[in-house]
């Protein structure tokens, strides 16, 4: 694959990465407020939502890569009523703006919780809807092996297995960065960890196991397909059977790895530092995992017809 080829890739992982970080941050915001004040969740999500908006530019500056004409993408939008890739440049622009709209509120208007959290749900909508419309740009009867409501779920996973990986790494790396700048919040944000990290390991570990049933589920289909479907099948079985195998390995790996560090740390009572390297580790290894998962997605198509 080519800088063209590899940019559409990058883009759909960071901007899947950036909706499903803002949901389970969102959603971590939510089942705090009962235990935390306003003003503390305030500065709790702050930080993460400015490397989510970062996530989303550069998101965008990397899927213009894939045009030959890039200044001229505005006019994709033209065909919203008829176009999956039309839909996906509005809605991701609607994602960007609300998303950056909200770390303004949370910068400078913290105040205002009724319109941060009512924006931030907005947000999320915006990236659901463009989630879908990814996704929906691959069912296309010519290309056999995307032609399955699958990779509909699948970007879904994708979304949100990124998404509260990411979290997790961030609310950690956050902890550390207080530490060093011996920041009052640094209880705040131990606590925050020790709150959220449980359903977190859940989460993720479901998530996973999802994962690994659709592989199985569109290998399934690719079996009792026609003969380009079985053409597909055997190149993922084939000559891509070891890049399988570690993105299995790799997912099945991270959740693992959290989830005994995250078990550690509520059976010992030891301090949310420890998770430091683990949650690091089980992070690169998902965001590779769904890296290859991607590869594999595009490198093993067939397309038919003209």
């Not at 999956?84 to 909200?102: A, D, G, K, N, Y």
């Not at 902890?175 to 977190?200: C, T």
């Amino acid at each position: 694959m080519n800088v063209r080829e590899w940019a559409l890739p990058v883009y759909t992982i960071l901007m899947q990465l950036a909706v499903g970080a803002l949901f389970v941050l969102w959603l971590i915001r939510s089942l705090s407020n009962s235990r935390f004040s306003h003003e503390e969740i305030g500065r709790f999500v702050r930080n993460p939502i400015l490397v989510i908006a970062f996530t989303a530019v550069i998101a965008m500056g990397g899927s213009h890569f894939h045009l030959s004409k890039p200044f001229h993408s505005f006019l994709a939008v033209l065909n919203f009523k008829s176009s999956w890739l039309s839909r996906e440049i509005v809605f991701t622009v609607m994602f960007f703006l609300s998303t950056m709209s909200l770390l303004y509120l949370t910068d400078f208007r913290p105040q205002y919780r009724g319109l941060i959290t009512g924006l931030g749900w907005l947000a999320i909508m915006f990236g659901s809807i463009l989630t879908y419309c990814m996704a929906r740009i691959y069912l296309l009867p010519t290309q056999v092996a995307w032609n399955s409501n699958t990779v509909i779920v699948s970007f879904y996973v994708t979304t949100m297995m990124l998404g509260a990986m990411t979290i997790a790494c961030l609310m950690v790396l956050d902890l550390k960065f207080a530490e060093i700048k011996k920041s009052d919040d640094v209880k705040l944000r131990m606590d925050v960890i020790k709150h959220s990290f449980a359903g977190l390991t859940l989460l993720i570990v479901l998530l996973v196991i999802l994962s690994m049933v659709i592989t199985y589920v569109q290998m399934s289909l690719l079996s009792r397909g026609d003969l380009i479907a079985r053409t597909s099948l055997r190149l993922l079985l084939e000559l891509y059977q070891p890049l399988l195998a570690l993105r299995l390995v790799f997912l099945l790996f991270a959740s693992i790895s959290f989830g005994a560090a995250v078990y550690r740390m509520c059976k010992s009572r030891i301090e949310p530092q420890s998770l430091m390297l683990p949650v690091y580790v089980s992070c690169l290894l998902i965001l590779v995992g769904e890296i290859l998962g991607r590869f594999l997605f595009y490198a093993t198509h067939i397309g038919v017809g003209i």
